[in-house]
């Protein structure tokens, strides 16, 4: 999956947010590479700095130093082929969920006829195809979410952000909904930005995982997960995936 073409570089990446009560410093020179088609995870408590460091590779926050490249590339504001999704689903409950997957065309003014076979395949992939004039309120917490996975899927992003996607949703949904991004990413093979704080998700899930600490937002170790793929849940059960949660916990000091 891994080769020398670098997706996104981040090199002594610092910010710091300045607002009326004083500065915050969300990120202390952190360094990370993600090679094109590979999985990373950002672990870390909550407020390490995580979802910042996201949003200034997805161009949605700038940087207060450093160096941050995306397919090589200065990040500079927004990207075409740079899909992102939050927690929450950003569903627009008047539009059906087909019409919630056809908006970017016309954020983008791509044709909106070009993209509606791929948005149904996606949706029955998911099996969701019978939802696909359904209104997001129809639709459970988990639906949604996968609705909003197809959505960004439908536009073949070369690099997928994912801030704690599945974050607000149970236990049991939320592994399938990882084993569900595992198969959308073996077919299409972007790289993934995974930021998650738990620990078994993002040794399961990655190729290599970056512990973040509150020091504060400093990338404490990069790991490698040498771990067999297609990953399968009986994997969670083995001596070797308990030893890099348990590595990995430690840093932590959790
Ligand atoms: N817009 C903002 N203004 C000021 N401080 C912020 C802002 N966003 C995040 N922070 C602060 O920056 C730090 C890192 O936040 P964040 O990146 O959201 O962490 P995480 O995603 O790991 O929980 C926290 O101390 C948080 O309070
Ligand atoms: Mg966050």
């Known amino acids: 999956m891994v080769n020398n073409h670098q997706a996104v570089t981040v090199r002594e990446l610092s910010k710091v947010y300045v607002g009326r009560q004083g500065s915050v410093e969300a990120l202390r020179e952190a360094t990370l590479d993600v090679p094109s088609g590979s999985f990373v995870s950002l672990v870390g408590p909550s407020g390490c700095g995580k979802s910042t460091l996201l949003k200034i590779i997805g161009g949605l926050i700038t940087k207060t130093a450093g160096t941050v490249l995306?397919?090589?590339?200065?990040?500079?504001?927004?990207?075409?082929?740079?899909?992102?999704?939050?927690?929450?689903?950003?569903?627009?409950?008047w539009r059906t969920i087909l019409q919630n997957l056809l908006l970017p065309t016309e954020v983008y003014g791509l044709k909106k006829e070009d993209y509606v076979d791929k948005c149904?395949?996606?949706?029955?992939?998911?099996?969701?195809?019978?939802?696909?004039?359904?209104?997001?309120?129809?639709?459970s917490g988990g639906m949604q979410q996968r609705a909003a996975l197809c959505r960004v899927l439908a536009y073949d992003p070369e690099l997928l952000l994912l801030d704690e996607p599945f974050g607000a949703l149970d236990e049991f949904t939320r592994e399938r909904m990882n084993l569900e991004v595992l198969r959308m990413w073996h077919l299409n093979n972007p790289a993934i930005v995974f930021v998650t704080h738990n620990v078994g998700e993002a040794v399961f899930l990655s190729d290599t995982v970056c512990v973040m600490t509150p020091c504060p937002g400093c990338v404490a170790k990069i790991i490698e997960i040498d771990l067999p793929r297609p990953r399968e849940v009986t994997l969670m059960k083995t001596r070797r995936y308990a030893d890099y949660v348990f590595e990995i916990r430690e840093i932590l000091g959790v």
């Open 70 to 93: 995306v397919d090589g590339r200065e990040v500079t504001g927004p990207q075409s082929g740079v899909g992102i999704m939050f927690q929450t689903p950003v569903l627009f409950p």
């Open 120 to 139: 149904l395949k996606l949706l029955d992939m998911t099996g969701l195809s019978q939802f696909s004039k359904a209104y997001p309120r129809e639709l």
